[in-house]
Nanobody, 123 residues
């Protein structure tokens, strides 16, 4: 069991930056990957970024590639999402998630989820 708590969301203007944090506790050693997902009201959950916990290898959704960066601090058991050049279409609730025995983009394969943090980007 992994507990995840996100923070760092807020209201910003287009072009601004935010850094989200996800603090993990519990059986973090069992996690093979950590991911960020987002969901806007009335829309499907969307993969944003993922990281292989052991190696730090990263991968991204097409809509954020080149703008967002995922990273992790093993000692702090924390995953970050640096979001640059934010656009209004980035507005969503952002969720951190962990997976065991899986590294990828499918939200169904992620087992533990945080409560979410809201990111709102105005134009």
């Amino acid at each position: 069991q992994v507990q995840l708590v996100e923070s760092g969301g807020g209201l910003v203007q287009a072009g601004d930056s935010l850094r989200l944090s996800c603090l993990a506790s519990g059986r973090t050693f069992s996690s093979s990957a950590m991911g960020w997902f987002r969901q806007a009201p009335g829309k499907e959950r969307e993969f944003v970024a993922g990281i292989r916990w052991s190696s730090g290898t990263t991968f991204y959704g097409d809509s954020v590639k080149g703008r967002f960066t995922i990273s992790r601090d093993i000692v702090k058991n924390t995953v970050y999402l640096q979001m640059n050049s934010l656009k209004p279409e980035d507005t969503a609730a952002y969720y951190c998630a962990s997976a065991r025995g899986y590294v990828g983009r499918d939200w169904h394969r992620y087992e533990s989820w945080g409560q979410g943090t809201q990111v709102t980007v105005s134009s």
